[in-house]
């Protein structure tokens, strides 16, 4: 299977805490994408970072690439219970499909 | 508008039924997908179109069959199903192909009797 790998599996943490979960592919890849997603809903689209950069910001997210290792890693600062959901990594390569990870479930204590 | 709408949102039908999934963007995307989610897992790609013509077909039963009659619109037809293809149906649109951000439509779950 060519599906990345993320970890962990599920996370559950206090709200205000910060939420780290990581994604490796295997594969050399154009960009990595970050999705979520509410329970049994569509994909949201969260952030792109190409395959040239190293980090990312977005609000209260942040997104790291190692290529040398083919990992990502996606910070969530200051959680709150809206972000209880699935996150997936998705990486791409050239005209080729996005191929996603198997996703970490996070869910927020309040 | 940068909504992904999809038609119905539920869907029950026997083994024995015809029925279609529809999916509509007016982003002026010109590639589009469907994806199959089961509970727990990513979503796996079934089809895309790019400029409307059928791009890439995963390998899928032809018990699905997929349709673009124009640039906006996305069609699944559903025929002679089993009760494994019972997931949540995904369609999603980009600027094109090539790893661009996907916009999402809230899916139709399907269930198979």
């Known amino acids: 299977s060519q599906q990345g790998e993320e970890d962990p599996q599920a996370l559950s943490i206090q709200e205000g805490e910060n939420a780290t979960m990581n994604c490796s592919y295997k594969?050399?890849?154009?960009?990595l994408q970050w999705y979520r997603q509410n329970s049994g809903r569509g994909l949201v689209h969260l952030i792109l970072?190409?395959?040239?950069?190293r980090e990312k910001h977005s609000g209260r997210l942040r997104v790291t690439l190692d290529t040398s290792k083919k990992s990502s890693s996606l910070l969530i600062t200051a959680s709150r219970a809206a972000d209880t959901a699935s996150y997936f990594c998705?990486?791409?390569?050239?005209?080729?499909?996005?191929?996603f990870g198997t996703g970490t479930r996070l869910t927020i204590i309040p | 508008d940068t909504e992904v709408t999809q038609t119905p949102k539920h869907l029950v039908m026997g083994m024995t039924n015809k029925k279609s999934l529809k999916c509509e963007q007016h982003?002026?995307?010109?590639?589009m997908y469907w994806y199959k989610q089961k509970a727990k897992k990513p979503p796996e790609l079934m089809f895309v179109?790019?400029?409307?013509?059928?791009?890439i077909n995963e390998s899928v039963p032809s018990r699905f069959s997929p349709e673009c009659p124009n640039s906006s619109l996305l069609n699944l037809h559903l025929h002679a199903l089993q009760p494994e293809d019972s997931a949540l149906y995904l369609c999603?649109?980009?600027?094109?192909?090539?790893?661009?951000?996907?916009?999402f439509g809230p899916g139709t779950r399907l269930t198979v009797l």
């Open positions: 999603a649109s980009s600027q094109d192909l090539g790893g661009y951000e996907q916009f």
């Open positions: 594969t050399s890849i154009n960009n």
């Open positions: 970072i190409r395959s040239n950069e």
């Open positions: 998705a990486s791409n390569f050239g005209n080729e499909k996005l191929t």
């Open positions: 982003m002026g995307h010109r590639a």
């Open positions: 179109y790019s400029y409307e013509k059928l791009s």
